[in-house]
């Protein structure tokens, strides 16, 4: 079906899955499904330049930007809310600090919504031999904004009418019908 380019070369990303799998929580969930939805953003620009979109691939390079600097705060955020949560001398500071993860979860799942959207619009009017790599790209957002829903529920300060709880259904149900799911 294609010619045989050869070896290809693919960037390493061992350092990040070690970070991942490391026994210290920070990386954690939230960066990754972060980084997901960028991963996802980078596939959505590589669909829409190889269909001659440069409005779509612009719009795909910079929600991967905008996810790769949400997984670095969220990382950051944890780590002072695992901070705040391991000293115990201050509630109100530790309910911020666990506050602030929850709102910057809420971003990410926002991002990579938006990911899933472009991924079904591309997946809509690509040229038709890029489509299936729109809508796998769709399944990627998608799944990386139900993994930031689950974060945002387990969440301490959360409770069950908490807006940002029904945001975060609402995003994860968002990203599922934009990627076709």
Same mark, same amino acid.
């Given at each position: ?94 309910? /911020?600090?666990? %506050?602030?993860? +929850?709102?910057? =979860?809420?971003?990410? #799942?926002?991002?990579? @919504?938006? *990911?899933?959207?472009? &991924? ?10 890029? /489509?299936?790599? %729109?809508?796998? +790209?769709?399944? =990627?957002?998608?799944? #990386?904004?139900?993994? @930031?829903? *689950?974060?945002?529920? &387990? ?23 934009? #990627?076709?799911?």
């Amino acid at each position: 079906m294609w010619d045989d380019p050869g070896p290809v070369q693919v960037p390493r990303i061992d350092p990040l899955l070690e970070a991942l799998a490391a026994a210290d929580p920070v990386p954690g969930t939230g960066t990754a499904a972060a980084l997901a939805g960028a991963m996802a953003a980078a596939l959505c620009t590589k669909v829409a330049r190889m269909s001659g979109d440069g409005g779509a691939a612009a719009q795909g390079t910079a929600l991967s930007r905008r996810l790769t600097a949400l997984g670095d705060e969220d990382a950051q955020l944890f780590r002072a809310a695992l901070d705040e949560l391991e000293r115990r001398s201050d509630d109100f500071a530790l309910g /911020q600090a666990v %506050a602030q993860t +929850a709102d910057v =979860l809420l971003l990410i #799942a926002e991002a990579c @919504t938006d *990911v899933a959207a472009l &991924a079904g619009a591309l997946a809509a009017n690509a040229a038709p031999e890029h /489509q299936p790599e %729109a809508r796998a +790209a769709g399944a =990627l957002a998608a799944g #990386a904004t139900r993994a @930031t829903a *689950v974060l945002v529920e &387990a969440n301490l300060t959360v409770t069950t009418d908490d807006e940002r709880l029904r945001l975060a259904r609402q995003l994860s149900e968002q990203a599922k019908t934009h #990627a076709g799911g």
